[in-house]
């Protein structure tokens, strides 16, 4: 336990999700469009520091680029975002890593030939003079595995031999030292897992609730949203459909927020 | 009653395949086990044999070396002196100096089929700069170390910033320069005049003690610092990222882009190096040098067990593939040999290597 304290711009394991509590994050009236199509409309949407959203939604719902504006990968037409209440504009992924937001993205973006610590520091190595201080790199990746209660054996593995969820944690794991991330973005993370591997996942989720991170988690899986979400975002056609804390709601509401209640 | 508590668990496993069971899994893999399975510094169980696996490229090579240096030597007594070790390395030395970057260019994922007209080129530059313009031979091998960079750097630029595939940029590049050797040197040979004990002569191609030929002191320094780079700096990380998972390096912030384009420029300089042994040697360039020589030297790196599509490979193996490339060639000239046998031995070696290495590889899968 006393290791966590030494993780990097961890928050306090706090309540979760307090009200009145100030949002982490929040995105006031966002709008986002590709062309013709109007891919997000007027979306309010906020995660509370130590809280995990589900964000749900059919396909062209809108999702992918909700989280792309939170990554900075894409700038919203219009609308705001704030950071600890406090107004931010992001123009690449690198300044949303700045302020404590990291993506896991849905290919993971692992090298497979070279071990869990080099994925882990990977572009961002540490040297002494112009050599690479491997030790650091070694201890500080077994550190964040190890906060995150990953099962990997060893960090001198090459990421290629390792399982699904085994590469899941690794680019968590990535995510989580890179940005000394207080929101981890994970669009999809056990779509391509088995059953036992997408548990894993889903501990590895739990793990940084319990650290104090908030964690924004796209699935098409609602047995694994209801399994790890304290709030469910639904997004139906670039709108916000709904929001529901998990213990006040079930599957079929949300598949009926998610289709549309006119459909049922 | 019994029947009654039965179907009442059944029930709840049926409905509670929502939230609670997972929740309770999870609680439950939590609670136990946890401390076992904590990640590790070191290798060890099934991942530690599945990682040697992986390590099996450098492992084959280096077992094919031995094995050939022992049958050899059982072949001809001739083979183990020390003065045909010295000879063999001596032969491989410029070769291994040109392969040192095209191992770097291999494992980012690109290939230079122009290093033989680099290398030709450069040898009929240098020799000009010294005859004809009377440049101090120091001097006149640092320009074309710079020129042989420049060449990189156009290689590099063509590739990296229009998208074009460096095989066909570097297969133009080789037509172009060995165009251009003919053309400087009117397609007749460039004599050096320097005195037998200049230093430049010696240097390049002199021997220590009387012995060691310096030429392979070159190989070892160039593939010290090349092995250095690539396996202790950032940019050696950087040069496996970019080969491995050009995606991933680039959402990392690795400019891969540059990191080639670097490689192709280190290959280009070290082609002038190597141009500067051998007319240390000869004291004559030839406009014809270097034909055909880029594929000894893709051949020790691929016999090296650096994969053509990147991400893997290191200069301990492409030594050890060039080591058995000369040892082939001295062994058949040993052993009597037609010399018209040698480029059937060298072929077969390296499909031969290659089979191996694919069959290596799909067992990791």
């Not at chain 2, 029947?3 to 439950?28: F, Y």
């Not at chain 2, 690795?254 to 007319?279: P, Q, S």
């Not at chain 2, 406009?287 to 893709?298: A, K, N, Q, S, V």
């Not at chain 2, 090296?304 to 193996?317: D, V």
Request: charged fraction near 15%.
């Amino acid at each position: 336990m006393e290791r966590e304290e030494t993780l990097p711009a961890a928050t306090s394991p706090a309540a979760p999700t307090a009200i009145g509590e100030r949002p982490l994050v929040e995105l006031r009236g966002i709008s986002k469009a590709f062309g013709h199509v109007q891919a997000l409309q007027r979306v309010d949407f906020c995660v509370f520091p130590g809280e995990v959203v589900g964000l749900v939604g059919d396909n062209g719902a809108g999702k992918s680029t909700l989280i792309k504006i939170i990554s900075g990968a894409y700038q919203p037409d219009s609308g705001t975002i704030l950071i600890d209440g406090k107004p931010v504009t992001f123009h690449s992924p690198r300044d949303a890593m700045m302020m404590g937001i990291a993506t896991v993205y849905q290919n993971l973006a692992l090298v497979d030939q070279r071990d869990v610590a080099a994925n882990i520091f990977l572009g961002r190595e540490p040297t002494t003079g112009i050599v690479i201080d491997r030790r650091r790199m070694v201890e500080e990746a077994v550190q964040v595995l190890q906060q995150l209660r990953s099962d990997i054996p060893s960090v001198e593995v090459a990421v290629g031999l390792l399982s699904g969820g085994q590469r899941q944690a690794v680019a968590i794991a990535r995510a989580v030292h890179q940005a000394a991330a207080r929101l981890v973005i994970m669009d999809e993370p056990v779509a391509a897992l088995g059953i036992e591997e997408s548990r894993k996942v889903l501990r590895l989720i739990k793990q940084l609730k319990a650290q104090g991170r908030a964690v924004i988690v796209i699935s098409h899986n609602l047995e694994h949203v209801f399994s790890v979400a304290d709030r469910i975002v639904v997004l139906r056609r670039g709108r916000l459909a709904g929001v529901r804390r998990r213990e006040d709601t079930n599957a079929a509401e949300i598949v009926r927020l998610i289709v549309g209640a006119e459909h049922l | 009653m019994e029947q009654d508590l039965q179907s009442q668990n059944l029930q709840q496993e049926a409905s509670g395949c929502g939230t609670n069971s997972v929740d309770a899994i999870l609680d439950e893999l939590e609670s136990t086990g946890a401390a076992e399975l904590l990640t590790r510094a070191g290798p060890r169980g099934l991942r530690d044999s599945l990682q040697a696996l992986l390590r099996m490229r450098e492992f084959s090579i280096l077992s094919a070396t031995i094995l050939l240096f022992i049958a050899l030597s059982l072949a001809t007594p001739l083979f183990p002196q020390l003065d045909n070790i010295l000879l063999v390395a001596r032969q491989i030395s410029i070769l291994a100096v040109i392969a040192t970057g095209v191992t770097f260019l291999f494992i980012s994922g690109e290939i230079d089929l122009s290093i033989g007209s680099i290398y030709g080129f450069l040898g009929i530059v240098l020799a000009s700069l010294i005859a004809k313009f009377e440049l101090n031979p120091w001097l006149a091998l640092l320009v074309v170390v710079i020129l042989g960079a420049a060449i990189g750097l156009v290689n590099g630029t063509v590739t990296t910033r229009f998208g074009i595939p460096s095989f066909i940029v570097t297969l133009g590049m080789l037509s172009i320069l060995r165009g251009g050797a003919l053309l400087a040197s009117g397609g007749w040979p460039v004599m050096i005049k320097l005195p037998r004990d200049d230093p430049f002569l010696n240097i390049t191609s002199g021997h220590v003690g009387g012995l060691v030929p310096t030429q392979v002191f070159w190989m070892i320094g160039v593939m010290a610092i090349g092995g250095f780079v690539l396996s202790k700096t950032r940019f050696g990380s950087h040069v496996y990222a970019t080969g491995g998972n050009q995606e991933a390096a680039i959402l990392a912030g690795i400019n891969t882009k540059w990191v080639k384009t670097i490689n192709f420029m280190i290959t280009g300089a070290l082609c002038g190096i190597a141009a500067a042994l051998l007319l240390g040697q000869h004291r004559n360039a030839f406009p014809l040098t270097g034909t055909g020589y880029e594929l000894d030297i893709i051949a020790a790196v691929v016999i090296g067990g650096t994969p053509l599509f990147g991400g893997a490979g290191s200069i301990l193996g492409t030594f050890l593939g060039a080591a058995v490339l000369g040892m082939i060639t001295n062994g058949l000239v040993l052993l009597g040999a037609s010399a018209y046998f040698e480029p059937v031995a060298k072929g077969s070696i390296i499909v031969a290597a290659i089979l191996v290495d694919t069959l290596i590889r799909k067992r990791r899968v």
